[in-house]
């Protein structure tokens, strides 16, 4: 005699109950894979641009990414500048960066196993009475020593490549 027909009431709960519990078991390996993901939507059928956002930092895999200095990619795994928040003790408490979302869209982010390096076109030029700071935009030189009556920006370089100003 199998288990149904000796305790039929007993397999008519015990059969949906394994099979909920089953369920609710994948359910929270879906949540907690979603909490390793930052999601931003718009529900209001605006376009943002270079919006901040800000999140906690709530798992200890999430802490180990910063601590590991991974990259932080967006759905299609392009990287993604980010910034730490430490709290009151000092430790990492928010991630904050910037993303664009168009009306009703959804953008994921998360954090890849490996670190990345920013892609910049900064160069840092050290002459003997002035550092100079640039890119491909735009540029400042600042005094390395001030006389009387003078400020630290000695002059800012123009989208054009023309110096001007100072202070």
Do not use: C
């Amino acid at each position: 005699m199998d288990a149904h027909s000796r305790f039929p009431r007993a397999s008519r709960f015990l059969l949906p109950a394994a099979g909920l519990a089953i369920l609710a078991i994948l359910g929270a390996i879906d949540a907690a894979a979603a909490a390793e993901e930052y999601v931003v939507t718009d529900y209001l059928n605006r376009e943002w641009r270079n919006e901040r956002v800000s999140f906690p930092l709530g798992s200890r895999e999430q802490r180990r990414h910063i601590l590991r200095r991974h990259a932080l990619r967006d759905g299609e795994g392009r990287a993604v500048s980010y910034q730490i928040v430490p709290g009151p003790d000092g430790k990492p408490e928010r991630i904050v960066f910037l993303t664009d979302l168009a009306p009703f869209e959804t953008r994921r982010f998360a954090f890849a196993g490996e670190r990345t390096s920013a892609e910049t076109d900064l160069v840092v030029e050290e002459e003997e009475r002035t550092i100079r700071v640039g890119n491909s935009l735009t540029g400042i030189s600042l005094r390395r020593t001030l006389e009387p009556g003078q400020g630290p920006v000695a002059a800012v370089r123009l989208a054009s490549g023309r110096w001007i100003g100072g202070s």
